[in-house]
């Protein structure tokens, strides 16, 4: 069976129209375009009264791949996961190692603790606690009518 692509005339190259298709094939191959879908996880950023919550979705890891650092107020967490399979006594045609790292920094605000910050890793989300300051978090009282 041959699959025959169609060009819609979108894409006219007069001089060899075997030339697109063949890097249309390549740049569009759903292989390369998973892989370069998602580079760095996807983050949610919530604030409280008293603490911020930064929760990243990184599925697949362990607590042991994560490494957070603090720098003046800069927030940085990454993660590096290798995964090789091998299977001596085969005799391999093609073999795949698995290689995935991300970086994500967080500028913190002047009201963050950096003294407090906690991290917990469950379920493929990695949720950081950061702290309030006492004088940062809000301040509610009730203001009489004169």
Do not use: C, W
């Amino acid at each position: 069976m041959t699959l025959v692509k169609f060009n819609n005339g979108l894409k006219n190259n007069a001089v060899n129209p075997f030339f697109n298709d063949v890097f249309d094939s390549i740049l569009n191959d759903s292989y390369l375009g998973n892989k370069l879908v998602a580079r760095v996880p996807a983050v949610n950023i919530a604030e409280t009264e008293n603490e911020f919550h930064i929760e990243l979705a990184v599925p697949g890891l362990k607590k042991e791949d994560f490494k957070i650092n603090l720098d003046k107020n800069v927030l940085t967490v990454s993660a590096e996961k290798k995964a090789e399979s091998t299977d001596e006594g085969k005799k391999f045609s093609k073999r795949e190692y698995s290689y995935s790292s991300f970086t994500r920094s967080f500028t913190l605000p002047e009201s963050a603790d950096h003294s407090k910050i906690e991290a917990d890793y469950a379920d493929g989300i990695l949720k950081l606690i950061v702290a309030k300051k006492e004088e940062a978090k809000f301040q509610s009282r009730e203001i009489a009518v004169k």
